[in-house]
């Protein structure tokens, strides 16, 4: 099992309940979209899933990912660095050093497995040097290895993030509204390639998503969150306009609006829009 969670609550300080009682499993190679309107919690998930931000302290919480436990009882394990180099964080906003070229900025996810003196000298052997240029190869942008971060677009410079979990060797990769600021082009790139890597690499994919057509087209599998509560955990195929109505309200309308693979559907509608649905299979 790649990641399990238990009986997880979140409130803050403000008095927000950010997460209500979840419960999920995924399975190891798995692609996951989860989806959610702008508040509903798939940050804050994504955030403790990976040792960031601790659960409620309520008896019976627990995350653990491959096995190992992220936290319980709302407490973080005591060996979460050593954790964390198994999942792999994509963020929006890259999270790239601008000054630092693009190959530096890969390395950057072999820290964990280097001596301390090394990385802060930013000395990187041969070995670990082909890995970081094997890696920009994969995500398409080797020709930009020498350029400083802030020279990419913003669709390159979240290849270079994705690369980044390449060589950090993460089994686990949540990526966190990947393709929120980027063009449409661009996000279907990052979307094949993240689609690419589970299917290649056996890696386990869990990506939140707004644009739940894009969800729809790339994830085989859906989790949908409304005011922190999982409202549907199934097949993306199953998804359709009258059920994204029936779970999110008014809230729908954002899902839909714009969507690349509806055209027109009535609110009333309930006939199934299978062409939502194109297996992944069929990108191949």
Same mark, same amino acid.
């Given at each position: ?10 409130? /803050? @300080?403000? +008095? ?22 702008? +508040? &509903? ?32 009882? %709302?407490?973080?394990? &005591? ?9 792999? /964080?994509? /963020? ?22 280097? @001596? ?23 995500? %398409?942008?080797?020709?930009?290895? +020498? ?16 690369? !980044?979990?390449?060589?950090? $060797? ?10 929120? &600021?980027?063009?449409?082009?661009? &996000? !279907? ?12 690499? $056996? !890696? ?12 729809? !087209?790339?994830? @085989? ?6 005011? $922190? ?11 359709? @306009? ?6 999110? %309200? ?7 609006? $714009? ?26």
């Amino acid at each position: 099992m790649a990641l399990k969670i238990q009986n997880l609550d979140k409130h /803050f @300080p403000n +008095g927000k309940h950010a997460l209500r009682d979840i419960n999920l499993s995924i399975g190891e190679g798995e692609m996951v979209a989860l989806i959610g309107a702008s +508040g &509903s919690g798939k940050s804050t998930l994504l955030r403790m899933i990976a040792g960031l931000l601790p659960a409620d302290a309520a008896a019976g919480s627990l995350i653990e990912v491959n096995g190992h436990c992220v936290q319980r009882d %709302g407490r973080i394990a &005591s060996d979460i660095r050593s954790l964390r180099s198994q999942v792999g /964080f994509v /963020f929006q906003q890259f999270n790239l050093v601008d000054r630092l070229p693009v190959l530096v900025n890969v390395l950057v996810g072999r820290l964990h497995c280097m @001596p301390l003196w090394r990385g802060v000298l930013r000395w990187f052997n041969a070995h670990e040097r082909t890995l970081g240029l094997e890696a920009l190869q994969r995500v %398409g942008i080797l020709e930009c290895h +020498g350029q400083r971060a802030s020279t990419l677009s913003g669709g390159q410079q979240q290849r270079a993030a994705i690369a !980044r979990t390449l060589v950090q $060797g993460a089994k686990l990769v949540l990526a966190d509204e990947p393709i929120a &600021s980027l063009d449409p082009e661009s &996000s !279907r790139n990052v979307m094949e390639i993240l689609t690419r890597i589970q299917r290649e690499d $056996g !890696r386990t994919v869990v990506v939140s998503l707004h644009q739940v057509d894009m969800a729809i !087209r790339y994830c @085989p599998r859906v989790i949908a969150l409304n005011q $922190g509560q999982v409202v549907y955990d199934g097949l993306s195929s199953n998804l359709t @306009p009258a059920l994204l109505r029936e779970l999110y %309200g008014m809230q729908a309308d954002e899902f839909l609006s $714009g969507s690349e693979l509806l055209t027109s559907v009535s609110a009333q509608d309930t006939a199934p829009v299978l062409a939502w649905a194109a297996p992944v299979a069929q990108m191949a």
